[in-house]
């Protein structure tokens, strides 16, 4: 098969098509035959191996992930032994921990569900990893009602599209904080009021929230804590890898310890995918309260392409690789 491989970490100069051997599923996985990918922030730092103290999981000197990509979107071609819940021909989606830019790809069934009908390979490949994170951020973290005032930094990335949406679900006031190119967007997602970041600072206005879901992290905890209200919390999902030893890694250790003393800063959460996620994104886009925004789609030869848009900051919603069909 053809697929997007490195051997050592990088720049996208690293990355390069290759043929490989086909992979093989064992008991409790299935082979996919992948229809399309997306990448995101978290796979631009695993390319990178940056920070550094990442790579204590993921490969002291190399990757032990040598293909890129975790979202994807596909049909079952075959399935291991003790596997009963999926056949071959299924359309599913889901998160591919061995590399999904590739032409295919082996799944656990827990990582993994039916692909919602209502989108293309496509739309659906651009859904797992930031909808879940949404997901947990929103619903689960961030415990969200009807009637919270809710504030998303960094409204119109990837994990962003996904928080404005699944926060309106929960009836929730939704304050969505973005650059000026993108406030249509946020509106139409369905963002009650909208900060240009350009011309005002959240975190000294006079407006406080029941929930900061933080996704750029360009302000101090102490100074983003200013803008939650009494009771509230401010979530850090940061993306950022500032600092090649600690980067994001760092912020969220200084964030879970400050959880223990500080009134107002929540706990950073852990956002794998499950199945049960996946399935109830699947109820809120059937349900027509969820949506997938593409901002850009790049053939699998042009991934190179796709990483360095990504590292260019500029992306709104999701960039997705078409790699059959």
């Known amino acids: 098969m053809k697929a997007i491989v490195q051997d050592t970490y990088g720049g996208t100069d690293v990355l390069s098509l290759r043929d490989v051997a086909d992979p093989t599923p064992k008991n409790g996985a299935v082979l996919v035959a992948v229809r399309a990918a997306a990448l995101h922030i978290g796979d631009l730092m695993l390319m990178r191996g940056e920070p550094f103290v990442m790579r204590i999981g993921t490969g002291l ?10 979202d994807f979107a596909g049909v079952v071609t ?32 827990e990582k993994m569900a039916p692909k919602p009908a209502a989108l293309t390979f496509l739309e659906a490949a651009a ?59 946020a509106r139409e997602l369905g963002a009650d009021h ?22 750029v992290a360009n302000r101090s905890l102490a100074d983003a804590r200013k803008a939650v209200a009494a009771g509230g919390s401010y979530i850090s999902n940061s993306a950022r890898s500032e600092g090649r030893w600690f980067g994001a890694v760092g912020r969220m250790m200084h964030a879970a310890v400050s959880s223990l ?49 990504i590292a260019s900051g500029h992306a709104s919603g999701k960039t997705v690789i078409k790699i059959a069909g």
């Open 194 to 215: 909208v900060i240009d970041y350009t011309q005002d600072d959240y975190t000294q206005g006079e407006a406080q929230y029941d929930l900061v879901l933080d996704n």
């Open 78 to 109: 075959s399935v291991g032994q003790d596997v009963s819940r999926v056949e071959p021909g299924d359309e599913v989606f889901g998160e591919a921990t061995g590399g999904s830019c590739a032409e295919y790809v082996v799944v656990t069934t």
């Open 61 to 70: 000197r190399r990757p032990k992930k040598p293909i890129p990509g975790f």
């Open 127 to 185: 859904v797992p990893v930031s909808g879940v994170t949404a997901l947990r951020g929103i619903r689960d973290a961030g415990n969200v009602k009807a009637g919270d005032r809710v504030l998303i930094n960094g409204a119109t990335g990837g994990v962003g599209i996904y928080a404005i949406q699944i926060a309106k679900s929960l009836q929730a006031e939704v304050t969505a904080v973005c650059g000026p190119g993108n406030i249509e967007l």
């Open 261 to 309: 003393f500080v009134r107002k800063q929540g706990r950073p959460f852990y956002s794998p995918v499950r199945r049960q996620d996946l399935l109830d994104l699947t109820e809120l886009i059937e349900g027509g309260k969820l949506r997938p925004v593409i901002d850009r789609t790049y053939p699998l030869a042009k991934t190179t392409a796709a990483m360095d848009y």
